[in-house]
């Protein structure tokens, strides 16, 4: 099983920062990809950004230029560093990570921009 933990949501103004953190523990090895996704209120569930175990990074293009994914070096924390926050990146985050089939999902972060 795996395990991810999230950290790092909470309240910033329009134009404010947040770095959102997520750890994986237990059976983490063969990971594809890591990433992050947002469920906005009334809304389904989007990809935010991703890093592959490649180094590869994919982006919405909502998060282009504003967010910025990145791991460390053991490759079992994600972290997404958001910039220049707008009201309409209001969202629960969820870390996810794809291991062969499976996807596994945090319990998700409240992230809220006000204007």
């Known amino acids: 099983q795996v395990q991810l933990v999230e950290s790092g949501g909470g309240l910033v103004q329009a134009g404010g920062s947040l770095r959102l953190s997520c750890a994986a523990s237990g059976s983490i090895i063969s990971i594809n990809a890591m990433g992050w996704y947002r469920q906005p209120p009334g809304k389904q569930r989007e990809l935010v950004a991703s890093?592959?175990?490649?180094?590869?990074?994919n982006y919405a293009d909502s998060a282009k230029g504003r967010f910025t994914i990145s791991r460390d070096n053991a490759k079992t924390t994600v972290y997404l560093q958001m910039n220049s926050l707008k009201p309409e990146d209001t969202a629960v985050y969820y870390c996810?990570?794809?291991?062969?089939?499976?996807?596994?999902w945090g319990q998700g972060t409240q992230v809220t921009v006000s204007s």
């Open positions: 890093i592959t175990s490649g180094g590869s990074t």
């Open positions: 996810n990570l794809k291991k062969r089939i499976r996807n596994y």
